[in-house]
């Protein structure tokens, strides 16, 4: 894999976190947290995917 496809990859995960943790922010303020733990829960296991995603592409371009 080249270095410019690490850092699209990296550059799309970026897009996800992003995305996750304005969701989050939104679950947090409307209650939807407590409401609805097991969404949340599934929000917090795709944040910490894309950030050992993005570790690992980070890591291999580095390398």
Do not use: C, S, W
């Amino acid at each position: 894999m080249t270095e410019n496809q690490h850092q699209q990859i990296i550059d799309e995960l970026q897009t996800v976190l992003d995305d996750t943790r304005a969701t989050m922010e939104r679950f947090e303020a409307t209650g939807m947290d407590e409401q609805m733990p097991e969404d949340y829960d599934k929000l917090l296991k795709i944040l910490d995917d894309a950030v050992k995603q993005q570790r690992e592409h980070t890591l291999a371009m580095l390398g």
